[in-house]
């Protein structure tokens, strides 16, 4: 069974910062287009950000752009999302995803794989 698994989550201060890494093995990593996605209590699972598979192309949701940085390392076939002046509304349980095709990015159909996810928490 094909698994993600994120790591990296935890209790941080409004301001502060966390990496959240997401390693997908067992496949040619480099091949496929990595997503992040949270989903805060109450709520549904909304886009955080998006890399393509040689990294050359990223997006993000407008909640999180100018804070946020994905990147990706294909060697030790990781994914990252950088972290920085978190805010109390991006409590949330972090998922990264995969997909090998090419789609909407922002979108969870898009993507054939997940994670479980980690949950990370921002205190006021």
């Known amino acids: 069974q094909v698994q993600l698994e994120e790591s990296g989550g935890g209790l941080v201060q409004a301001g502060g910062s966390l990496r959240l890494s997401c390693i997908f093995p067992?496949?040619?990593?480099?091949?496929?287009?990595m997503g992040w996605f949270r989903q805060a209590p109450g709520k549904e699972r909304e886009f955080v950000a998006a890399?393509?598979?040689?990294?050359?192309?990223?997006y993000y949701s407008d909640s999180v752009k100018g804070r946020f940085t994905i990147s990706r390392d294909n060697a030790r076939e990781t994914v990252f999302l950088q972290m920085n002046t978190l805010k109390p509304e991006d409590t949330a349980v972090y998922f990264c995803?995969?997909?090998?095709?090419?789609?909407?990015?922002?979108?969870?159909?898009?993507?054939?794989?997940w994670g479980q996810g980690t949950q990370v928490t921002v205190s006021s």
């Open positions: 995803a995969a997909t090998f095709y090419k789609r909407d990015a922002s979108r969870q159909a898009s993507y054939d794989y």
């Open positions: 067992g496949r040619t990593f480099s091949s496929y287009h």
């Open positions: 890399i393509s598979w040689s990294g050359s192309s990223t």
